[in-house]
């Protein structure tokens, strides 16, 4: 009798506890974070940490799921997914945005127009930085911050030691105009192409190569395929973290003020973690004695900057002149 009692309590307070979990479920906010890279890159870990701290900071308000590798979404459709509500938050590369009409985001393209991290970082957090992000507004997006990743090298299976070794090759290339023409000015045939579909279009031949961060180039296992790197670091490639505009100013302040807080954290770890993540991914190309890589010369690096310094000017008039001209006086460049 007794034992039959203490079930009869127990399987109240079971039921009690999953009706009360079944409400709190119900009025749990789902964030769904999208991205096209491996989780073990300078973005992957941060989209996480961002969602550590976010679940955190809202005390189980919010669920933020990501989803890393193209799983939910490419290039092109995470977009417009975006717009769309089907997902709340992104952090594309800059050199996506110009399909959404968003051009002056290519100016981050130009070859050889950040020195150095340095100036990238001033840049960004500065009044260029900020005009960018609030021209999202009017296409229902809020940009909500800029996380880092690296400057570029090349990669093919032939030697690349000058700009004369790129003539003809085909090159993948992210839907940016400014990397067309960059491409254009070396010779090479560009081709845009989802960042998903690059490992198999480089074992198949369907182009010869590609550029990227060292930190992309050895977590899509591109050092398996392409049989020599070049150390160019001729361009930067980082991101704008995004959300749907009217999701994220739909928030209850509460939850919008942990999230902020999230994002800021979660925005300073991606920069102190992307250096050494491009580090380690360089290094670890090295040790797999898969691919070679070339250190350019000075005076090969001389012929790089020759070849390539005429697409600012070429691009000046789809980016904007006087964007290019405001990014040059905050980095210091005449
Ligand atoms: C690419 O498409 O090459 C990369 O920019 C992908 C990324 O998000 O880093």
Redesign the pocket.
Known sequence: MRKVAHYAVLGLALSAGVAWSGVALAQQIVVKFS???APD?P?GKAADKFKELGEKYTNGKVKIEVYPNSQLYK?KEELEALQLGSVQLL???L??FGPLGAREFEAFDIPYIFPDKAALQKVVNGPVGKSLLSKLDSKGIAGLAYWD?GFKIMTSNKPMKTPDDMLGMKLRI?SSKVLEAQMKALGAVPQVMA?SE?YQALQTGVVDGTE??PS?TYTQKVHEVQAHGTITNHGY?G?AVIANKKFWDGLPADVRAGLDKAMAEATVYANDIAQKENDDAMEAMKKSGKIKFHTPTDAERAQWMKALKPVQQEMASRVGKDLIEQINKETGAK
């Open positions: 991205h096209v890279v890159t973005k290039d952090a594309p590369s050199a996506k990743n992210q960042f690059v990227n961060t992309n490639i991101y």
